[in-house]
C-alpha cells in the first residue's frame, strides 16, 4: 500500500470514528505534554544535584532535590496510567464501532455478496483487522504523541545542558528514521498475508464443525488435521515473521545506541579537558540522552503500527463500501395485497459469478389463491424463480409483479412480509422451540404458537421434548429429527400468516411417514393461499392448479398434469423418471 492510499484511509479513520473523541486525544495529547516534561525534569534534576549538593554540598537542596525527583517520576508515572486509560477506551469503543458497522453490513448485505465470500472471512474481518485498527488507535496514537513530545524536551535539555554536544547526538537519529521506514513497508505485506491466512483458517474450522458426520463417515480427519496443521503453520510463520520485523529495530537500534554513547563519551572527555562541559551538565546529559533512547524506538516502530492498523481499516472499508442493490427505497409505498397473483414478465437473470443465465425469459401467471408447481431436473432454474421473489437476488431484465405491482417498486419491506418461505435446508437457532417458532413473530401469544404447532403437527412431539415447548434444540435443532425440524419450520411459516408460499423441495429429505405428516402440514399452511412449490412428489403436483416444466432456464412447457402428460415429452420423462417413483 502506498503513502498516499495510507494517508486517505487515516483521514478516512480519522473523520468517521477518531474524530467525535477528539476531546479525549486531547486529554491524552495533554497529559502526553505532561509526561514529556516530567521525564525531562528528572534528568535536568541531576544538574542542580550534582551541582549543589555533591560538589557544593548544599544542605537544604540536600532534601529538596529528591522530594523534586520523587514528584516528577510520580507525575510521569500517574500522567501516563491516565493517558493509557483514555486511549484505550477511544481504541477500544472505535473497535466496537467497526465490528458492529460489519455485523450490520453484513446483515445488510446483497444475498450475492454474502454468496461470494465465505462467512470465515467475514469473522476474520471482525476479529483480526478490528484488533489492529484497535492497536492503532490506542497504542499507535498515544506513542506518537508522548514519544514525540518526550524527545523534543529531552533533545531541548540536551542543547540547553551543552549545544555542541546535543548537535552530535542529533546527527545519529536520521539513521534510525531511514531504517525503520524501510521496515515498515515489509510489515504491511506480510500483515496482509497473515490475515488473508487467519482468514483461511477461521473458514477451515467452521467447514469442520459443520461437516463434522461428512468428515467422519468419509474418514477424512488425518487429512483434515493436515490441512488444519498446515494453515495454522502459515498463520505462525506470517505472525513469526511479523514480529521478527518488529523486533528487528532493536539491535540495529541498540547498536546505534552504543556508538552515540561511545562517541559521546569521547567527545564530551575532550570537552571537560578543554573546561567547556561541567560534570552536572554531563551526567544531566547523558540521562537525557538514555531516557531518549526509548522514544526513539518507539518512534522507529510507529510507522509499521501505522501501516497494520491502515492496511486493515482498508480491508474493513473494503467491506462496509460494498454496494448494497436490494435496499428498501423510502419513496415506494407499501405493497397492496388482494389476490395474491403473481406474474414474471420476460424475466433474466444471472448469477453475478456466472455468464450463462439461470433463468431465461420467464414469461408466467399465477392466480391467487392457486397452487403453481415447477417441475425439471436439477440446475433447471427451480429454486432461482423461487429466490427472485423475495428480492434474494435481482433479474437483469423483465419484472414481476404481485397484483400488478412491480415488486422493485414497492417496499421491500412489505414485500417479504407478504412471503412465506420453507425450504430443504432448515435454518434453526439454538434457541427454545418456542423462540425458534416466535421467529416468525416475536409478538406472537402462546395460544398462538400452539395453534400453528397444531396446523403443523409439530404439537404433539414438541410436548413430548424434555422441556416441551422451552426445550432448547441445538445448532441448527441437531437435537431434532429431519422431519420434526421440518415441522417446526413450516409452523414458524403459519405463524408468519403471509399469504404467498415458497416451497423448495420441502419434502424431499424425508422418509414416507413424515412425508405424509409434513404434507398434512404443508396442505394446512398453503390452504387459501398463493403457493409456489417446487416438488418430486406426485402428490404435490396432482395437487397444483398448474405445473411449469423447466428446462435449462426456460419454461418449455405447462398445465395441468393431464394436460402435460399427454402433450409434454419432457414432463413425461420426469414423470417417468423422478416424480413417479416418490
Ligand atoms: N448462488 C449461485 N451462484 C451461482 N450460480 C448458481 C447459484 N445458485 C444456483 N446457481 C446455478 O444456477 C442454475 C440454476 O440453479 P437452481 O435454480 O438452483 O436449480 P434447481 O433448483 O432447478 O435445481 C444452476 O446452473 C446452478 O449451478
Ligand atoms: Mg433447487
Redesign the pocket.
Given at each position: 500500500m502506498e503513502l498516499k492510499e495510507i494517508k486517505i484511509i487515516i483521514k478516512r479513520l480519522y473523520r468517521e470514528h477518531v474524530k467525535k473523541y477528539l476531546n479525549k486525544i486531547f486529554l491524552a495529547l495533554f497529559l502526553s505534554i505532561v509526561v514529556a516534561i516530567s521525564t525531562s525534569g528528572t534528568a535536568w534534576l541531576l544538574d542542580p544535584a550534582i551541582k549543589k549538593i555533591f560538589i557544593e554540598k548544599d544542605q537544604t537542596l540536600a532534601w529538596v532535590i529528591p522530594i523534586f525527583i520523587i514528584i516528577t517520576f510520580s507525575a510521569k508515572g500517574i500522567s501516563l496510567y491516565f493517558a493509557r486509560i483514555t486511549v484505550i477506551k477511544v481504541g477500544q469503543r472505535i473497535g466496537a464501532e467497526l465490528q458492529k458497522k460489519i455485523a450490520n453490513k453484513i446483515l445488510a448485505a446483497d444475498i450475492k455478496t454474502l454468496?461470494n465470500r465465505h462467512s470465515g472471512k467475514y469473522i476474520s474481518n471482525i476479529f483480526y483487522d478490528a484488533g489492529a485498527v484497535i492497536n492503532l488507535v490506542s497504542t499507535g496514537v498515544l506513542n506518537l504523541m508522548k514519544d514525540s513530545f518526550s524527545l523534543v524536551a529531552l533533545v531541548g535539555l540536551m542543547f540547553y545542558q551543552n549545544w555542541k554536544l546535543a548537535l552530535f547526538a542529533i546527527l545519529m537519529m536520521p539513521l534510525a528514521a531511514f531504517f525503520a521506514k524501510s521496515l515498515g513497508k515489509r510489515i504491511g505485506k506480510v500483515q496482509g498475508e497473515a490475515s488473508i491466512k487467519t482468514g483461511e483458517l477461521v473458514v477451515l474450522l467452521t467447514e469442520i464443525f459443520k461437516g463434522a458426520k461428512m468428515i467422519r463417515i468419509f474418514q477424512k480427519e488425518e487429512e483434515e488435521t493436515v490441512k488444519v496443521d498446515q494453515i495454522i503453520s502459515k498463520v505462525t510463520e506470517k505472525n513469526i515473521k511479523i514480529s521478527s520485523i518488529l523486533i528487528r529495530a532493536t539491535p540495529v537500534m541498540e547498536t546505534l545506541t552504543g556508538f552515540m554513547i561511545a562517541g559521546f563519551i569521547f567527545f564530551s572527555g575532550k570537552l571537560i579537558n578543554s573546561g567547556e562541559l561541567e560534570l552536572n551538565n554531563f551526567f544531566s546529559f547523558l540521562t537525557a540522552m538514555m531516557l531518549a533512547y526509548q522514544p526513539i524506538r518507539s518512534l522507529a516502530t510507529i510507522n509499521m503500527t501505522i501501516f497494520q492498523g491502515a492496511t486493515a481499516a482498508k480491508r474493513i472499508f473494503l467491506i462496509l463500501d460494498e454496494p448494497i442493490e436490494t435496499k428498501d427505497d423510502f419513496k415506494f409505498h407499501d405493497l397492496k395485497l388482494n389476490q395474491c397473483s403473481i406474474k414474471f414478465n420476460n424475466v433474466n437473470f444471472h448469477?453475478s459469478?456466472?455468464k450463462?443465465k439461470?433463468?431465461k425469459n420467464i414469461n408466467l401467471e399465477i392466480k391467487g389463491g392457486t397452487v403453481a408447481a415447477f417441475v425439471?431436473?436439477?440446475?433447471?432454474?427451480?429454486?432461482?424463480?423461487i429466490s427472485l421473489l423475495p428480492r434474494f437476488y435481482e433479474p437483469q431484465s423483465g419484472k414481476i409483479y404481485i397484483d400488478n405491482q412491480d415488486i422493485h417498486k414497492v417496499s421491500l419491506r412489505s414485500l417479504r412480509k407478504s412471503l412465506s418461505m420453507v425450504s430443504q435446508d432448515i435454518i434453526l437457532f439454538d434457541d427454545t422451540v418456542k423462540a425458534n417458532i416466535a421467529y416468525a413473530n416475536s409478538k406472537a401469544s402462546d395460544e398462538e404458537i400452539v395453534e400453528a404447532c397444531n396446523f403443523a403437527a409439530a404439537n404433539e412431539f414438541i410436548k413430548k421434548l424434555p422441556e416441551g415447548y422451552n426445550t432448547i434444540i441445538g445448532e441448527n435443532g441437531v437435537k431434532l429429527s429431519g422431519g420434526q425440524k421440518q415441522r417446526l419450520s413450516i409452523a414458524r411459516a403459519i405463524l408468519k400468516k403471509s399469504p404467498i408460499i415458497l416451497l423448495?423441495e420441502a419434502t424431499s429429505s424425508l422418509d414416507a411417514d413424515s412425508e405424509e405428516v409434513v404434507q398434512n402440514a404443508i396442505s394446512n399452511l398453503i390452504k387459501n393461499k398463493t403457493t409456489l412449490v417446487?416438488a418430486h412428489r406426485l402428490s404435490t403436483i396432482h395437487n397444483a392448479d398448474q405445473i411449469f416444466v423447466?428446462k435449462n432456464?426456460t419454461i418449455i412447457d405447462s398445465g395441468s398434469h393431464d394436460y402435460l402428460i399427454e402433450k409434454s415429452n419432457e414432463y413425461k420423462s420426469l414423470y417417468q423418471k423422478q416424480l413417479k417413483q416418490v
Open positions: 454468496d448469477y459469478n456466472t450463462e439461470a433463468v425439471g431436473h436439477s440446475g433447471a432454474g427451480k429454486s432461482t424463480i423448495d417446487i423447466l432456464g
